[in-house]
């Protein structure tokens, strides 16, 4: 009886661990062919990508990632930008997937940059949208990694912060992010719908994150598509080549006249290069 019940108290500890596995993400799964992992920037949720896919899906299968405490997905404990590493790790593995190609936009172009920093990884190609390997050295004058931390004057704040003011902010940011007008809204309720933790603690974990060394360990094929507004060609070209200079080899190019959502703002030359980088 002891034997009985020590069997069926395993079997149930396996099943809770198989529904608590990869619950850093969900994901969507559409077309057959060569698999492309999308994975989406901060508070966006997969249906960010969804033109792209329409047509991409057409000839290769498109897994499509919405992180956890963003969109429906529900949040989970900190660290939560390695876990998400780790899980996409399993995630590959698991479902054998060969050469996948990574498309990640913002911080998902920097997650995709840190798993192509590993050294036996199976990735055969990344294409970066509007994406850098520091975003707290962009952000920060004399930027070190070890000085972020979870319990920050900032974060207690955004924390601490009323609906309303969130939902202002939101908006403010928003408005900064695309020049199609017609998507602001939605950036503004991905950023109000996402879970507040995630959203305090989750930045903090992308900006400690620098890989502007790592990058160098990168000898796959990199595309990089950068925006311009609002600061002009010439200061994002300063810019992107001062983070990947470490970066042995890859192809950049931006997108005048568009925003941090450049898949919203120039969606035809978005679609036009990512068909050219997979190629």
């Known amino acids: 009886m002891k034997s009985l019940r020590r069997i069926i108290f395993l079997l149930l500890l396996t099943s809770v661990f198989e529904l608590n596995a990869q619950n850093a993400f969900e994901v969507k799964v559409e077309g057959k062919g060569q698999p492309i992992l999308f994975f989406p920037g901060f ?6 990508w969804q033109e792209t896919v329409i047509e991409l ?3 290769c299968e498109c897994h499509i ?7 429906n997905v529900p949040s989970i404990e900190k660290p939560w930008l390695p876990k998400i590493k780790e899980e996409i790790v399993q995630y590959v593995k698991e479902h054998k997937l060969e050469n996948p190609i990574v498309i990640g936009h913002s911080m998902g172009g920097a997650l995709g940059l840190w798993l192509a920093t590993d050294e036996d990884h199976p990735y055969s190609k990344l294409i970066i949208v509007d994406a850098l390997p520091s975003v707290g050295a962009l952000m920060m004058p004399n930027f070190k990694s070890e000085n972020m931390v979870y319990d920050s004057p900032w974060n207690k704040q955004t924390l601490e912060m009323n609906d309303e003011a969130f939902e202002k902010m939101a908006a403010q940011m928003a408005a900064g992010m695309t020049l199609n007008k017609e998507k602001i809204e939605q950036i503004k309720n991905w950023i109000i719908q996402s879970d507040r933790e995630t959203y305090v603690y989750g930045y903090t974990d992308l900006l400690k994150l620098d890989l502007r060394k790592d990058i160098a360990k990168i000898t796959i094929p990199v595309t990089v598509l950068g925006a311009t507004h609002p600061f002009g060609l010439e200061m994002a070209k300063q810019t992107y080549e001062t983070q990947y200079a470490n970066l042995k080899d890859y192809k950049m190019e931006f997108a005048e006249g568009a925003a941090h959502f450049i898949m919203y703002d120039q969606p035809e030359w978005f679609l036009s290069k990512v068909q050219k980088a997979l190629k």
């Open 43 to 48: 508070t966006c949720t997969g249906e960010v």
């Open 65 to 71: 990632f919405t992180f956890a405490g963003f969109g």
């Open 57 to 59: 899906a057409k000839n």
